[in-house]
């Protein structure tokens, strides 16, 4: 099955001939690979380039192991790219696995005949890298996991059951390959065990398997929840009965992302205009992921609608922010007290911002849901929006918030400004 990436594509296509190294990085299997060497590869030759003007190197396959540790990778791409009136396209799959990759990009970047396309995998050894060393001789896109706007034309079946069947199992590509519940369970569970705590435990250097594989079921159980290395060193010593220091869970934190597994969200002080960065929330890439380390067990839904939400605004190229912001209130005595209010997303994109808040049910009558409330005191002339898990026709109400189904904001991607 060929799914369309149109949306990274289209970014390949407009950065085509540029001096800049093109940088695709991402979560394993999330479809860098399939990107670079099947869609971008097919609209080449489409367009007229012929196959002998296309080198792909499949860096982790074992037939090119000997390009990793020393200089060969530079004289194949030469030998195999010698006629300087011809315009070649280099892809070099899973760059980081190469001993000083950011010299040989360099050095082969300097043929002016060389159109040069890299992926990699982590964030650590590449994006990084590209800040330090490519500066500005390189572009990045970043892939992600399929959006649901991506993958509700594939879902085959009642399409009724499309988002319930996403928020349970996600978006990894390779999902559609499988055709049971069993056998995506086993997927999942493999790309978790074998491939990304693995990935990451490498990379930080670290012993501690179980510790860590402990640190992520923990970020998955608290999704959505406000956290830091602090807290989750006391949650594992209550829950797990692990006793670690918040220096090795904030390391474990920095490989957890840096791996593309989780994002890092911080709080915004709505009215201050300024971060806080003491704690912050973390949403899992895919929600399939999340799920399958908590043996899908989830008893509430609103973490994964929540989730979903952030991926789609991740996906759609918007800066996301969780708000925030103190006001006062009158306690049970009826004594004025300041009260942290929270908005889950502030997503901004050019001059547009947007106050978006989540909920389960329709916010009526007198007694309007804390979260609901805390979205419309936002003193702001930019958009507010509700977004329910209920099955709905949009509509504006009279506080002037739109209020849409998660369903259409997820599948329609002018949903902001409908």
């Known amino acids: 099955m060929i799914i369309k990436r149109d949306q990274y594509l289209n970014q390949l296509i407009a950065m085509k001939h540029s001096s800049k190294v093109k940088i695709i990085t991402g979560l394993r299997r999330s479809g860098k690979s399939f990107l670079l060497s099947t869609l971008y590869k097919n609209y080449l030759i489409n367009s007229g380039v012929k196959e002998n003007q296309i080198i792909l190197i499949e860096l982790d396959d074992g037939k090119y192991e000997s390009f990793l540790h020393n200089s060969g990778l530079i004289e194949y791409v030469e030998k195999h790219a010698t006629n300087k009136k011809i315009q070649y396209y280099i892809f070099l799959d899973e760059i980081q696995l190469v001993d000083n990759f950011v010299r040989i990009v360099n050095s082969l970047n300097k043929h002016a005949n060389y159109d040069i396309y890299i992926t990699g ?66 997927y999942l569970n493999n790309l978790m065990r074998k491939v990304y705590i693995d990935d990451i435990r490498k990379n930080i250097n670290t012993n501690l398997r179980d510790e860590l594989s402990s640190t992520v079921d923990a970020l998955c159980s608290v999704t959505g929840s406000l956290t830091n290395p602090n807290n989750m060193a006391n949650y594992l010593k209550s829950n797990k009965h692990i006793k670690i220091n918040h220096e090795t ?170």
């Open 121 to 186: 995998s982590n964030s650590r050894f590449l994006s990084k890298d590209i800040n330090d060393e490519f500066k500005d001789r390189g572009s990045e896109i970043n892939i992600r996991p399929l959006s649901f706007s991506e993958y509700y034309p594939y879902f085959k079946g009642d399409k009724r059951f499309a988002l319930q069947t996403y928020l349970k199992y996600g978006g990894m590509p390779g999902l559609f390959e499988e055709k049971t519940d069993i056998a995506k369970e086993k």
């Open 249 to 418: 869970i904030d390391k474990f934190f920095e490989g957890i992302t840096d791996a593309f597994l989780f994002d890092k969200v911080l709080r915004y002080d709505i009215k201050g205009k300024e971060y806080l960065d003491t704690i912050a929330k973390y949403y899992c890439e895919d929600i399939g992921l999340r799920n399958v380390r908590l043996n899908f067990r989830e008893n509430n839904q609103g973490f994964l609608i929540e989730n979903a939400l952030y991926n789609e605004l991740m996906m759609r190229e918007y800066r996301v922010d969780v708000g925030s912001y103190r006001t006062k209130i009158k306690n049970k005595n009826g004594k004025w007290v300041y009260s942290l209010c929270e908005v889950d997303f502030v997503a901004r994109k050019g001059s547009k911002e947007y106050y978006i808040q989540v909920m389960n049910k329709i916010p009526q009558g007198k007694h309007l849901d804390n979260e609901y409330n805390a979205l419309i005191k936002v003193r702001s002339s930019f958009k507010k929006i509700v977004v329910i898990n209920q099955p709905l026709v949009s509509y504006t109400n009279d506080d002037g918030v739109l209020v849409i189904s998660l369903e259409e904001f997820l599948i329609k991607k002018d949903s902001l400004d409908l």
